[in-house]
């Protein structure tokens, strides 16, 4: 029952049930959906199909880091019963909206922010019992599905912080009052809201008998405790943004739930009910995988999820990818053009996909052809400087191939589409391929067990051999920043037109510190 930092107790919330029938579904379940897990088709070399069987987060956490569930006999272990630290806790918030279970009636998002201040303080007691020391370092990490990950900032932007009015309820809750929690997972939560053909669902009030105003914005600003006006994807400086993480699904295609109307209603860049841009809350690392919201082939049921939850709870070291564009080339005739002093607009698409040595899966993947490929415009790229955030990742030394040597080694690779060029407010066709990519590299990155980097282009030096030294800076807060260089050089007297350089800005620090078993001299970046 040793509670031990980073092996927390994990608390799973649940997303939205829409009608009184997917309540009644979602409570006959016990694990409501985390125990639920994929086959995902595949393609041998000859091209025959292949199962890859993921057997669900909730199996996965207890083979590969030794957590347990907490039901016993029928119910949750009952209050004054030890639990280990390496517990998984399921939030059944519904069941008091339950015709079965409870009152059947419709529960605020406050109020079940409340329950789960009372759940978190259940599990304190159950794994500390009345040690002072363990109760003093206890913390949860919650984990939340779509609507699931709102309650977990409910409660940590507004509850902790304010408590809910009841002066003998707020006693009971310790409210206002520490949050308890180390660290936020979310899988394609609407921290933006819910958008229908780029409007916001509104808020209908008692005409709303399934709470979709959960997704209005200004709904949200209400229950999260953010100013009129504010940016609902932010956390209000209530719990730091590095320690949220936000899986982002980019799969729309493959989402069916409301009778297809909500993937009608959103398209591309979503994963069938959260667009992209709203999945998740500002500042916080994040990753984009070829995922559906729910279902099959959901976010929550994948091993891309799986493996990105675990990594951000129990991994060494945190990876950020940035991309800075310092010069792209026009194709020739346009070089021409714009001399004569002709407007020319450009987009760009940037293709981003970063995997770890010997998996199956991607960690992060942003491409033209799944529709989620980032889209920039010339100017936000050359002339304002500022790089091009692609995604953060975790590396974990546990979850090491048994390839030879102590480094971690992980792939990306970064693509950049030839846009569509408009000449004069129209569109140019003369001279050019469509769909082309003037830059398209893979990078392998070997990181040492001190943080040391060493990577290798695939164009130049074989794909998985990674042999340069990169040039290295010192960040403010720990770790460091290697630079890259990625296209034509500069300086270079002919260079491709159009093509692209720039430098990828690979930004390593250390992660879980305290429980990794590293020296202070192994933790120093090399």
């Known amino acids: 029952m040793t509670l031990k930092a980073p092996f927390y107790p994990i608390v799973y919330i649940r997303g939205f049930a829409a009608t009184l029938g997917e309540i009644e579904e979602t409570v006959a379940t016990p694990y409501m959906g985390f125990n639920l897990g994929s086959t995902k088709i595949r393609q041998d070399h000859k091209g025959g199909i292949v199962r890859f069987i993921f057997e669900s987060p909730l199996i996965r956490l207890m083979k590969d880091e030794g957590y347990v569930d907490t039901y016993a006999n029928g119910d949750l272990l009952p209050p004054g019963t030890r639990s280990p630290a390496r517990s998984i806790w399921i939030f059944r918030y519904y069941e008091p909206m339950s015709q079965s279970l409870g009152s059947g009636e419709r529960r605020e998002i406050l109020a079940i922010a409340a ?32 609507m699931g990950g709102l309650i977990a900032r409910a409660y940590l932007q507004n509850l902790c912080v304010n408590g809910t009015g009841d002066a003998r309820r707020d006693s009971a809750l310790e409210l206002p009052g520490v949050h308890l929690v180390d660290k936020v997972f979310t899988y394609g939560t609407p921290h933006g809201g819910i958008e229908f053909r780029g409007l916001n669902v509104p808020d209908l009030g008692r005409l709303d008998p399934f709470h979709v105003r959960n997704f209005n914005r200004d709904a949200m600003r209400a229950y999260l405790n953010l100013p009129p006006d504010a940016d609902v994807r932010s956390l209000n400086e209530c719990f730091p943004p590095e320690r949220f993480f936000c899986l982002v699904g980019s799969n729309y ?27 998740a809350v500002r500042e916080a690392p994040r990753a984009v995988v070829h995922r559906s919201h729910s279902g099959h082939y959901g976010l929550v049921n994948s091993e891309e999820g799986y493996q ?13 990818a940035l991309l800075r564009v310092a010069t792209l080339t026009l194709p020739a005739p346009l070089e021409k053009i714009k001399r004569q002093g002709r407007e020319i607009r450009a987009a760009y698409y940037i293709e981003c996909q970063g995997r770890v040595r ?38 974990d030394r546990r979850a090491k191939t048994g ?18 060029y408009e000449v004069d407010r129209r569109f140019w066709f003369d ?66 037109r159009p093509g692209l350089r720039g430098e990828l800005l690979l930004e390593v620090t250390p992660w879980n510190r305290e429980s990794s078993g590293e020296s202070s001299e192994e933790a120093a970046p090399a």
């Not at 010192?474 to 500069?490: D, E």
Request: aromatic fraction near 12%.
């Open 115 to 146: 329950d789960l201040r009372a759940f978190v303080l259940r599990i304190r007691d159950q794994v500390c019992g009345d040690d002072p020391r363990a109760r003093a370092a206890f913390r949860v990490y919650l984990v939340g599905h779509s």
């Open 253 to 279: 295609r493959d989402y069916t739930a409301f009778f297809n109307l909500s993937r009608k209603g959103t398209g591309p860049m979503s994963d069938g009910l959260v667009m992209i841009r709203n999945a």
């Open 308 to 320: 990105n939850l675990r990594r951000f709870l129990f991994g060494q070291w945190r990876v950020d």
């Open 358 to 395: 010997g998996a199956p899966y991607h960690l992060h993947e942003r491409r033209v052809d799944q529709s989620s490929a980032i889209r920039r415009e010339y100017d936000e790229l050359v002339k304002d400087g500022k790089p091009v955030y692609l995604f953060s990742a975790y590396l």
């Open 403 to 420: 390839a030879p040597g102590r480094a971690l080694a992980f792939a990306l690779r970064i693509a950049v589409q030839v846009p569509l």
């Open 431 to 496: 001279e050019y391929f469509e769909g082309g990519y003037l830059f398209d590299e893979t990078l392998t990155f070997h990181l040492q067990p001190g943080g040391g980097v060493r990577y290798g282009l695939a164009s130049s030096h074989g794909m998985g051999v990674a042999t340069r030294r990169p040039d290295r800076e010192a960040l403010a807060g720990g770790g460091s920043r290697y630079v890259i260089p990625l296209g034509f050089p500069a300086g270079a007297a002919r260079p491709p």
